[in-house]
């Protein structure tokens, strides 16, 4: 069976109405990024970092899986060898239904221990309160890799990048490194679909590259349809 790796970026959870961080009036236009996504910040003022994620937090919980996420999850259920890899940090892709989603920028419903980056605890609701403590005695902090710090599932990513017959790659500007360095991993004979309703440069890239031009919400679905009829799922 073919193995499909799907690789997502703000753009899809975008369009269930989640600020994203970079496009313009994204957060990082009210924000700075020294404030609230270092771990310098976090030492500095942690009040202000657990605040800044309290409130994405709150509008994850209220926001909905879109056709895009959906779309995904039908693609894993028809093609159980789909793999989905994510910058983004809310559950959507789970509330879809997908599993085994890898999160390479964290998960903004779970905490994690100060001392290790993958020792997370569920949090239940949308409020973190400083002060709580992880099970080994650290301090319990937003499950947010900052800036600056390394992305503890990349390796994995790779590994899952490098083994694809067909990759997808939806609402990512492929700007934001390490991760957008992931289609360096797939097979040079594997084919790339590209969703995204720009103009993108795709360079060296562009004659393995088919670019469908539409919002994920329109062109995932579309894209998923094709694939399973085409894979016989």
Not at 82 to 101: K, Y
Not at 156 to 169: G, K, T
Not at 174 to 185: C, K
Request: aromatic share 8%.
């Amino acid at each position: 069976m073919k193995k499909i790796v799907v690789f997502t970026g703000a753009g899809v959870s975008a369009e269930s109405g989640l600020g994203t961080f970079r496009d313009s009036d994204g957060l990082w236009e009210h924000y700075r990024i020294e404030d609230v996504c270092t771990h310098e910040a976090w030492l500095r003022n942690p009040q202000l970092c657990v605040d800044f994620y309290n409130a994405r937090r709150k509008d994850t919980l209220s926001a909905q899986p879109n056709a895009a996420h959906m779309a995904i999850a039908k693609l894993q259920q028809a093609l159980p060898t789909t793999r989905i890899i994510t910058q983004n940090i809310d559950d959507l892709h789970e509330r879809a239904g997908s599993h085994d989603v890898v999160h390479l920028h964290g998960e903004i419903t779970k905490l994690r221990s100060e001392n290790n980056e993958t020792a997370t605890v569920p949090l239940k609701g949308w409020e973190q309160h400083y002060g709580d403590r992880h099970p080994d005695g650290s301090l319990l902090r937003p499950y947010i890799v900052f800036f600056g710090e390394g992305v503890p599932y990349f390796d994995e990513a790779c590994r899952i990048a490098s083994q694809a017959d067909i990759m997808v790659v939806v609402g990512t500007s492929l700007n934001v490194y390490p991760a957008a360095s992931l289609i360096h991993y797939a097979p040079k004979d594997c084919p790339i679909y590209f969703v995204d309703p720009g103009h993108p440069e795709f360079g060296m890239w562009a004659d393995r590259i088919t670019h469908i031009q539409k919002k994920a919400t329109e062109g995932v679905p579309e894209l998923v349809e094709k694939l399973i009829k085409e894979l016989g799922a």
